[in-house]
C-alpha cells in the first residue's frame, strides 16, 4: 500500500493529531486516533499484502497468494529484511509444486535473509532438503534436514522429518 517509511511518517502525523485530542479533553477521540496510528506502525513491521498472502496459501489458494504477492512491486524498497525472507519464502512454496530450481533460488534467498520465527526456517530447510533430494544430493539434503530438526523445538515437523529419512534411505 504505502512505502515503509511513509508508513511511520504517517503513525507520527497521526500521533500529534492524538495529542492535539488529548489536548482538547476529547479522550476517546485521543485512544481511537492513537490505535490507527498503532496500526500504521503494525504495517511497518508486518507488511499487509504478505499477511493477506499467507492467508490465502493457508486455504491453499496458490493463485489467491500469487496475486497479492504481485502487488508487491519493488521487494527491496518496499520492505523490511526480515519481510523479504518472507517474500520470498512465499514464493518458494509456492513455486516448489511447479519448478524446483526456481523455488531452491527463493528459499535459498529466504534462508539469508532470515525469518524472524524458527519454525518457519525449519520449514524452509526441510523444503530444500526435499529439493536436494530430489536433485540426488544426500550429503546436503542431510545436513539441511538436522538443522530442521534442531529448529523445529515444539516437534511440528517431527512426521515430515521421519517422513524424508525413510525416502532418503530408498535412494
Given at each position: 500500500?504505502?512505502h515503509?517509511n511513509?508508513?511511520?511518517?504517517?503513525?507520527?502525523?497521526?500521533?500529534?493529531?492524538?495529542?492535539?485530542?488529548?489536548?482538547?479533553?476529547?479522550i476517546?477521540n485521543?485512544?481511537?486516533?492513537?490505535?490507527?496510528?498503532?496500526l500504521?506502525?503494525?504495517?511497518?513491521?508486518?507488511?499487509?499484502?504478505?499477511?493477506?498472502?499467507?492467508?490465502?496459501?493457508?486455504?491453499?489458494?496458490f493463485?489467491?497468494?500469487?496475486?497479492?504477492?504481485?502487488?508487491?512491486?519493488?521487494?527491496?524498497a518496499?520492505?523490511?529484511?526480515?519481510?523479504?525472507?518472507?517474500?520470498?519464502?512465499?514464493?518458494?512454496?509456492?513455486?516448489?509444486?511447479?519448478?524446483?530450481?526456481?523455488?531452491?533460488?527463493?528459499?535459498?534467498?529466504?534462508?539469508?535473509?532470515?525469518?524472524?520465527?524458527?519454525h518457519?526456517?525449519?520449514?524452509?530447510?526441510?523444503?530444500?532438503?526435499?529439493?536436494?533430494?530430489?536433485?540426488?544430493?544426500?550429503?546436503?539434503?542431510?545436513?539441511?534436514?538436522?538443522?530442521?530438526?534442531?529448529?523445529?523445538?515444539?516437534?511440528?515437523?517431527?512426521?515430515?522429518?521421519?517422513m524424508?529419512?525413510?525416502?532418503?534411505?530408498?535412494?
Open positions: 500500500m504505502f515503509k511513509i508508513k511511520l511518517i504517517l503513525a507520527g502525523f497521526i500521533a500529534v493529531w492524538a495529542v492535539y485530542e488529548f489536548s482538547k479533553v476529547h476517546m485521543g485512544i481511537s486516533i492513537l490505535l490507527l496510528a498503532g500504521f506502525v503494525l504495517f511497518y513491521f508486518k507488511n499487509e499484502f504478505i499477511l493477506l498472502s499467507f492467508l490465502q496459501l493457508r486455504k491453499q489458494n493463485a489467491g497468494t500469487k496475486k497479492w504477492l504481485d502487488y508487491i512491486k519493488n521487494p527491496e518496499a520492505l523490511t529484511v526480515k519481510q523479504q525472507g518472507y517474500y520470498n519464502y512465499l514464493h518458494g512454496i509456492m513455486l516448489s509444486q511447479t519448478n524446483i530450481t526456481q523455488a531452491e533460488k527463493y528459499l535459498r534467498k529466504a534462508v539469508k535473509l532470515g525469518l524472524s520465527m524458527d518457519d526456517m525449519a520449514m524452509v530447510k526441510l523444503q530444500l532438503a526435499g529439493i536436494s533430494m530430489t536433485k540426488r544430493r544426500k550429503r546436503e539434503a542431510t545436513n539441511l534436514m538436522a538443522e530442521a530438526k534442531k529448529l523445529d523445538k515444539n516437534g511440528m515437523l517431527k512426521e515430515q522429518i521421519q524424508m529419512k525413510q525416502q532418503m534411505k530408498k535412494i
